[in-house]
Each structure stands twice: as structure tokens, then as C-alpha cells.
């Protein structure tokens, strides 16, 4: 069954250090997204993407923060200067249609230091 | 008032029993719904979705809406010590041209064999 994959799994870094979180989308999907999850708190959207822009972003998604589709079949979230905060579990999500279901991936836990 | 918002937890039924969740919207321009299960330090994985008023089975699950109550709720049946997790309701506005997934704080399940 296709699933949406992540890479790393963890990632330490240190505040002030960019990251590059990567995700790989179920094949057949047009709609990408990301969400986090702060530890004990709820699953917080971020972005959506499709046809190569952002269709959608939240408020927690600042200038620190990008995402790309370099090639066909990645899909990034860059965060440019980590802060302690951003510490969370970060979830990539996918679904073929704008209103369907979104399937999530295993997740990348950020640990910033 | 919190967008979506879960029965407060944590809910605890015996082995064989029904558990019952509930989830109630803010946003009467909500048109697609859906049930994630979470394990601890896992994703959300998708369990029902339904987009129109009544009753959605499947197999032990049954999902059911009311738009002109902004209720959702979710029906475990025959309840296993498997099915303990927690279970998050999640709501998609049509009104968001990105589709994002708005998600309530989850209830905690416990099925106690």
C-alpha cells in the first residue's frame, strides 16, 4: 500500500541553524501539506501546496519558513534559523483531491538545542 | 471558542464494550470530516472520513454527522485493548482555498481487557 515517507525521523540541531525536513508524497497525489505537533499539544496545519505554490499557509508559517518541490517526487520545509520552539514533531501529509483524505507520513521529530 | 472541539478524556471502556466519541465545529461552512487515530509519538492515521449527514460503517467504526448541529461523533464497536490510542477529529472548510485539516485536541481511549 503507498505511504508518504519522511526523512530524517530526528533531527538535533542548534538554534540559529537552518533545517531541511523531507517528505515524499504518495505517487498519485496532487495536494501536499505539512502540520506539526508540539509535544502534549494539538496537530497544528502549516502549509498547502499544489501545482508548485502554496495555496494555503497559517500564521505559524513565518519568513523562517519554506517549502519546495525541487524535483518529482520530493517535497521540503525548510526552516531557515530554528528556534527553541520550533521543537516538534513535524508531519507531512498528501491526498489526491483539494477536499479529500490526507494521508500522513511517520513524522520528523525536530529537537532544537 | 475553539474551532473543534472533543468530549474530554481520558475515556476508559472495558474490552468488548462501545466507545463513543464525540466532536463538535465552529465553522457551519465545514463540509469534509474526518477521524485520525494516534498512538503515542506516532502520525495520525486516517480511520473514517464522511462528508454528508447520517451514518458512515465501517467494519467496527461508524462515523456520524449532523451539519445542522455541528456534530461529528464515532462509534467503536466491540472495543479492543488495540483501539486504545487517542482519537482526533478533524475538519476541512471549504472556505480555506488550501484545504487545510483543523483538528481538535484528540480524547484519549483506553480499553481495559
Known amino acids: 500500500e503507498p505511504e508518504v515517507t519522511q526523512t530524517p525521523s530526528h533531527q538535533v540541531t542548534q538554534m540559529g541553524q537552518e533545517v531541511i525536513l523531507r517528505c515524499v508524497p504518495i505517487?498519485?497525489?496532487?495536494?501536499f501539506y505539512w502540520y506539526r505537533q508540539i509535544l502534549g499539544q494539538k496537530v497544528e496545519f502549516l502549509v498547502s501546496f499544489y501545482n508548485n505554490e502554496i495555496s494555503e499557509k497559517s500564521e505559524i508559517f513565518d519568513d523562517q519558513f519554506s517549502v519546495e518541490r525541487p524535483d518529482g517526487s520530493n517535497f521540503t520545509l525548510k526552516i531557515r534559523s530554528t528556534k527553541l520552539e520550533d521543537s516538534a514533531m513535524y508531519f507531512c501529509?498528501?491526498?489526491?483531491?483539494?477536499?479529500?483524505?490526507?494521508?500522513f507520513g511517520p513524522g520528523t521529530r525536530l529537537t532544537v538545542l | 471558542q475553539k474551532e473543534v472541539e472533543q468530549n474530554s478524556g481520558p475515556l476508559s471502556v472495558p474490552e468488548g464494550a462501545i466507545a463513543s466519541l464525540n466532536c463538535t465545529y465552529s465553522d457551519r461552512g465545514s463540509q469534509s470530516f474526518f477521524w485520525y487515530r494516534q498512538y503515542s509519538g506516532k502520525s495520525p492515521e486516517l480511520i473514517m472520513s464522511?462528508?454528508?449527514?447520517g451514518d458512515k460503517e465501517d467494519g467496527r467504526f461508524t462515523a456520524q454527522l449532523n451539519k445542522a448541529s455541528q456534530y461529528v461523533s464515532l462509534l467503536i464497536r466491540d472495543s479492543q485493548p488495540s483501539d486504545s490510542a487517542t482519537y482526533l477529529c478533524a475538519v476541512k472548510s471549504r472556505e480555506t482555498s488550501g484545504s487545510r485539516l483543523t483538528f481538535g485536541e484528540g480524547t484519549q481511549l483506553t480499553v481495559n481487557p
Open positions: 464522511i462528508y454528508s449527514n
Open positions: 501529509a498528501s491526498s489526491v483531491t483539494r477536499m479529500g483524505e490526507q494521508f
Open positions: 505517487s498519485n497525489h496532487l495536494y
